[in-house]
């Protein structure tokens, strides 16, 4: 029995339309995948800067540690033993604006008699301070502060750093150094690979050696300890790197 005309017109409608509907589900859903799970079309790369440097500054941390029964009683022999380091490097021919405050500590130290709250038994007071000093005049003026400042009391050597008056243009050269060397290496990889490079989506440079890494002293005199008239320790400066590394992402096609 045939179906009527607007019958058979209703069916054939419907059946394009779930087809369309069907269409657009399968079309968005592989956009969808496309956009969401987009291909794997990217190279990684690293490349290193090194540039090699003489330090031309070192920065010496130096200071006084003093105990006393009482706050002021610890920090009047620490401000009177500062006050002539700072004459002595004066002296030497340190600038006064090339002398800096590191730090500085007041804080008071207990016993706890048994079955009694706890007692101060004094105070300690520590402060230190950072000279600059220029090695590219004087070899040895590291030493000449070491040993003026130990004689005027100092009885804490912290720490010295080398480091050159220029790092900025240092560190900016050997990134420079290090991303030639990665785009050379991803272009290598691209031909390798048969596939073009586009652009840079991503990158990050991570610094594998830059100046201001002290060397302690404070192991060779003991904290607390008076130097005295000891002899300054020989300290060879040499020629050290900054060392760069950097990590580009390009995408391909």
């Not at 016993?111 to 005049?137: C, F, K, L, N």
């Not at 070491?146 to 050597?157: H, P």
């Not at 050159?164 to 050379?184: F, M, R, V, W």
Request: charged share 15%; hydrophobic share 40%.
């Amino acid at each position: 029995m045939n179906q009527p005309l607007y019958t058979r017109g209703v069916t054939n409608g419907v059946m394009i339309l779930g087809m369309l509907l069907l269409a657009g589900i399968i079309t968005v859903a592989i956009l969808r995948d496309r956009i969401v799970n987009q291909p794997y079309r990217e190279i990684s790369v690293t490349g290193r800067g090194e540039v090699s440097y003489t330090p031309d500054i070192a920065k010496i941390i130096l200071g006084v540690h003093s105990e006393g029964s009482t706050a002021q009683a610890a920090l009047l022999p620490l401000n009177t033993k500062i006050d002539a380091i700072l004459a002595a490097l004066l002296a030497l021919g340190v600038p006064q604006e090339n002398v800096s405050t590191h730090s500085l500590s007041l804080y008071p130290q207990y016993y706890y008699p048994e079955g009694s709250p706890s007692q101060v038994s004094g105070y300690t007071a520590d402060e230190q301070i950072t000279v600059e000093v220029s090695i590219a005049e004087s070899k040895t003026m590291v030493q000449s502060v070491i040993e003026a400042a130990s004689k005027n009391g100092a009885n804490q050597i912290l720490g010295v750093t080398f480091e050159p008056s220029n790092i900025d243009d240092l560190k900016q050269e050997a990134l420079i150094e290090a991303i030639g060397e990665a785009k050379g290496r991803a272009q290598a990889i691209a031909d390798a690979a048969g596939v073009r490079l586009k652009r840079v989506i991503g990158w990050w440079e991570n610094p594998i050696s830059v100046p201001g890494q002290p060397i302690p002293y404070y192991d060779s005199y003991g904290y607390g300890g008076d130097m005295g008239d000891s002899i300054a320790p020989s300290v060879p400066t040499g020629t050290s790197e900054v060392i760069i590394e950097v990590n580009l992402n390009y995408s391909t096609k």
